[in-house]
């Protein structure tokens, strides 16, 4: 138990996680005195106008402008569950008119699973957008998603809005591998060019690595609550954990580049592609080439301990 | 000024000192934990914002503290006396005469808020003696004084932080 003059474990861990994202924030943005929060930044006009007002400039009246702000940014949060439940409405009314649809024959059953997959997306942004509202109801600051960010009072809501996430991208994930398996087959058949195939497995690749970052960045949530990773350090393999990803995908689409720009080359020499469409497929190539380039640099950078942005 | 880059050496600093920073705090604010926490809170902020302009300073941690005693001594200052229901002004008075050591938060509020419209001289004396136990020799060292006249100090100050709070007691 904390003594009266101790700090409690999760004010040391707030602070904390506010003096390195102050770091952080500064040396993103080369900003000099960019160390009040994004919540000091909102309560800014606030507090103008409480001055204007009369209201006075004492110690207290932090409390007063923390209410003012919780309130601020309620009502935005309400704009967003309000649009957030219309899209459950609409993709509910889509579904039920897709099984309609489906039962007479019309519709068919890709069309079903997709407008399925459809509502349960909207149904998971719907929670997302009531657990931000609960947090910022909680916190009387805006939503953090960062994994350093504190707890608030004792409830993890990074580590629930991840846990959405992942039921969101693991959904896209089944989704593109069932599109993959479609291809495959039409591909077998002679149905389809290799290029499909390659942009199905492709998606599937990026897909995974969405689905990795968000478990590893479950992971990183779950040691730094517990302890056992500092928040320089979670922020360090957060990013390393991104870029990694990242690289994966931009490899995977690398090899989609190629195989287009060969396939592209074969169509011109039979006078079915123009030399523009050779000069953008080779283009393509250079572009996924550097993006690729500038990722190995990112990480190197990040395993080194320089900022992402190269600065030391 | 150190010389080596603030960014860097920020975080372990924080480490090293959230604990003892909190410590010193806390004792000034008379069991107000959220007092305490925006105190602390505000001192590490301001502390990121001129460490990364000027550089950290040799000291960091006499440098936190004093933030932080700047910032209470403001906060008091802005404060009334608090009423002190059913204590009486005698009370209050020998727990000043005493050395500062008393149960009641009440009485513990009305001292830190005496101490705050003292001179920074005298409220930082009288908190190193009271408060964080340094006896008089390791003071009149530091200060480059005899013991007996940091021992004079330290009598007149008690004397004029009494006669505050009985001044402010009496209204």
């Given at each position: 138990?904390?003594?009266?003059?101790?700090?409690?474990?999760?004010?040391?861990?707030?602070?904390?996680?506010?003096?390195?994202?102050?770091?952080?924030?500064?040396?993103?943005?080369?900003?000099?005195?960019?160390?009040?929060?994004?919540?000091?930044?909102?309560?800014?006009?606030?507090?103008?106008?409480?001055?204007?007002?009369?209201?006075?400039?004492?110690?207290?009246?932090?409390?007063?402008?923390?209410?003012?702000?919780?309130?601020?940014?309620?009502?935005?949060?309400?704009?967003?569950?309000?649009?957030?439940?219309?899209?459950?409405?609409?993709?509910?009314?889509?579904?039920?008119?897709?099984?309609?649809?489906?039962?007479?024959?019309?519709?068919?059953?890709?069309?079903?699973?997709?407008?399925?997959?459809?509502?349960?997306?909207?149904?998971?942004?719907?929670?997302?957008?009531?657990?931000?509202?609960?947090?910022?109801?909680?916190?009387?600051?805006?939503?953090?998603?960062?994994?350093?960010?504190?707890?608030?009072?004792?409830?993890?809501?990074?580590?629930?809005?991840?846990?959405?996430?992942?039921?969101?991208?693991?959904?896209?994930?089944?989704?593109?591998?069932?599109?993959?398996?479609?291809?495959?087959?039409?591909?077998?058949?002679?149905?389809?060019?290799?290029?499909?195939?390659?942009?199905?497995?492709?998606?599937?690749?990026?897909?995974?690595?969405?689905?990795?970052?968000?478990?590893?960045?479950?992971?990183?949530?779950?040691?730094?609550?517990?302890?056992?990773?500092?928040?320089?350090?979670?922020?360090?393999?957060?990013?390393?954990?991104?870029?990694?990803?990242?690289?994966?995908?931009?490899?995977?689409?690398?090899?989609?580049?190629?195989?287009?720009?060969?396939?592209?080359?074969?169509?011109?020499?039979?006078?079915?592609?123009?030399?523009?469409?050779?000069?953008?497929?080779?283009?393509?190539?250079?572009?996924?080439?550097?993006?690729?380039?500038?990722?190995?640099?990112?990480?190197?950078?990040?395993?080194?301990?320089?900022?992402?942005d190269g600065r030391k | 000024m150190a010389t080596e880059p603030a960014e860097q050496r920020i975080?372990?600093?924080?480490?090293?000192?959230?604990?003892?920073?909190?410590?010193?705090?806390?004792?000034?604010?008379?069991?107000?934990?959220?007092?305490?926490?925006?105190?602390?809170?505000?001192?590490?902020?301001?502390?990121?914002?001129?460490?990364?302009?000027?550089?950290?300073?040799?000291?960091?941690?006499?440098?936190?503290?004093?933030?932080?005693?700047?910032?209470?001594?403001?906060?008091?200052?802005?404060?009334?006396?608090?009423?002190?229901?059913?204590?009486?002004?005698?009370?209050?008075?020998?727990?000043?005469?005493?050395?500062?050591?008393?149960?009641?938060?009440?009485?513990?509020?009305?001292?830190?808020w005496g101490l705050a419209q003292l001179p920074e001289r005298q409220s930082k004396l009288l908190?190193?003696?009271?408060?964080?136990?340094?006896?008089?020799?390791?003071?009149?060292?530091?200060?480059?004084?005899?013991?007996?006249?940091?021992?004079?100090?330290?009598?007149?100050?008690?004397?004029?932080?009494?006669?505050?709070?009985?001044?402010?007691?009496?209204?």
């Open positions: 138990m904390t003594s009266m003059h101790e700090p409690t474990p999760e004010f040391e861990r707030f602070l904390e996680w506010q003096v390195t994202s102050a770091l952080r924030r500064q040396d993103r943005f080369a900003r000099p005195s960019a160390i009040e929060s994004n919540t000091y930044l909102r309560a800014v006009p606030i507090v103008l106008i409480s001055i204007l007002l009369g209201a006075g400039v004492v110690m207290a009246s932090g409390r007063l402008k923390q209410n003012q702000l919780t309130r601020v940014l309620t009502v935005q949060q309400q704009g967003e569950l309000q649009l957030a439940q219309m899209q459950v409405e609409v993709a509910q009314k889509q579904l039920a008119e897709t099984k309609r649809r489906a039962d007479v024959g019309v519709a068919p059953l890709d069309d079903l699973s997709e407008a399925e997959r459809t509502l349960q997306a909207a149904q998971l942004q719907l929670q997302r957008v009531k657990l931000t509202i609960e947090e910022v109801q909680l916190s009387g600051r805006p939503a953090q998603d960062d994994v350093t960010a504190p707890l608030v009072n004792a409830r993890d809501f990074v580590l629930e809005r991840l846990q959405l996430d992942e039921q969101m991208l693991a959904a896209s994930a089944d989704e593109a591998e069932k599109h993959l398996q479609t291809m495959q087959k039409r591909f077998d058949a002679g149905l389809t060019p290799n290029v499909e195939l390659l942009e199905a497995q492709a998606a599937v690749i990026r897909h995974m690595s969405d689905l990795r970052t968000i478990e590893g960045k479950t992971e990183l949530r779950r040691k730094f609550i517990a302890g056992t990773v500092s928040a320089a350090d979670a922020t360090k393999q957060r990013l390393l954990i991104s870029a990694q990803n990242e690289l994966r995908s931009a490899e995977a689409a690398l090899e989609l580049a190629q195989r287009r720009l060969q396939e592209i080359g074969k169509q011109k020499q039979v006078g079915m592609a123009s030399e523009v469409d050779a000069v953008k497929a080779q283009l393509e190539v250079l572009s996924r080439q550097q993006d690729i380039e500038r990722l190995r640099e990112r990480i190197a950078a990040i395993q080194k301990g320089s900022l992402p | 975080p372990e600093i924080y480490r090293q000192t959230i604990g003892p920073l909190y410590a010193y705090v806390s004792r000034r604010c008379a069991g107000d934990r959220p007092l305490a926490e925006d105190v602390v809170q505000e001192t590490w902020l301001r502390a990121v914002d001129a460490w990364r302009r000027q550089g950290l300073p040799d000291t960091p941690a006499a440098w936190l503290t004093s933030v932080a005693h700047n910032l209470l001594v403001s906060h008091y200052r802005r404060q009334k006396p608090v009423p002190l229901g059913s204590i009486t002004s005698e009370a209050v008075l020998a727990v000043v005469d005493d050395g500062f050591d008393t149960e009641s938060v009440e009485i513990e509020r009305l001292i830190y908190e190193a003696f009271h408060f964080d136990e340094r006896p008089v020799a390791r003071i009149a060292a530091e200060c480059r004084m005899s013991e007996r006249a940091v021992e004079g100090r330290l009598r007149r100050a008690r004397l004029k932080l009494r006669g505050l709070i009985e001044h402010a007691l009496a209204r």
